[in-house]
Structures are given as C-alpha cells and as structure tokens.
C-alpha cells in the first residue's frame, strides 16, 4: 500500500503536466485565429432602376452571374474494345526437337553427383594443418631472463 501512493502521485503529476500543456496549446492556437484577418464577403450590387431621364451607361455588373453550362456526356478518351482471344489448343505432351533418352540423362546425373562427390572429399584436421616445428627451450636460460627483466633499476 506504501509503495501505490508514490506511483499515484507519480502518474497524477504526469497528467496533470499533459493537460496544462494542452491548454497552453489551446490559448496559442485561440491567438493565432485571432491574429487571422478575417475574410469579408464581398456583397452583391443590386442595381436599381434609374429615374433619370439622362442616357447613362450602367457600369454595375449583373446581379446575378451567369450559370455554367452542365454537360451531360463527358468527353475524353473512348472506351477500349475488348479483344476477343481463340483459345490455342496446347499439345498434350511437348515434342522436343531431340529426345534425349532415359539412359543418357541417368549417366548425366551420375557423372554430376561423382564430380560433386570428388570436390567433397574428407581431409583429416592433421594432415589439414601444418606441422608445427619443434623450438629448443632451455628452462634455465629463461629463468635467467626473466630475473635479468625483473629487476630494479640503479640510478
């Protein structure tokens, strides 16, 4: 029970810290919308009609603009045809130009397998490595040496 608290705490802290970064992101966001310009519909002229008896040109646009036209067919490349395929009657068993006979092929794969077998031949680990010469080893002499590497230096 001791050890819950501290992870509840743990876990509570860690919360907290993602919802408090949220609202900072949330207040960020409210200012760049904020710093926006805001768009402004452009409103439509209604021309009235004038009283005036003095010929003027009306320079207003329509008030209404005029409808794009609505295609029914739609244009672009035709449709491919299907291209009807004969069926081929393919031979039972495929004739070769010259059969090879049963006995030809069977000497065939015999000689691979013995070709096969010759590269794969046993060598012993002792005749595979090479023979390792003999050194004379005089334990006096090393004795000798290694007191001579020993020891102390004399300034």
């Not at 919802?19 to 439509?44: D, H, I, S």
């Not at 291209?83 to 000689?111: C, D, F, G, H, S």
């Amino acid at each position: 029970m001791e050890s819950i608290i501290p992870v509840l705490l743990v876990v509570g802290g860690l919360i907290y810290k993602i919802y408090q970064n949220y609202q900072e992101e949330m207040e960020k966001a409210r200012k760049r919308q904020q710093n926006l310009p805001k768009k402004t519909t452009p409103k439509t002229v209604v021309a009235t009609p004038r009283t005036s008896t003095a010929k003027r040109r009306e320079t207003t646009a329509p008030a209404h603009p005029t409808p794009q036209p609505v295609y029914d067919r739609q244009l672009g490349r035709p449709k491919p045809t299907k291209i009807v395929r004969k069926p081929v009657e393919m031979p039972e068993k495929m004739v070769l130009e010259q059969e090879v006979p049963v006995e030809v092929t069977r000497l065939r794969a015999q000689k691979a397998k013995q070709k096969l077998a010759h590269k794969m031949e046993l060598v012993n680990v002792a005749d595979a490595l090479p023979e390792q010469q003999q050194a004379h080893f005089d334990l006096r002499q090393a004795v000798i040496h290694a007191a001579i590497l020993e020891r102390p230096y004399a300034d």
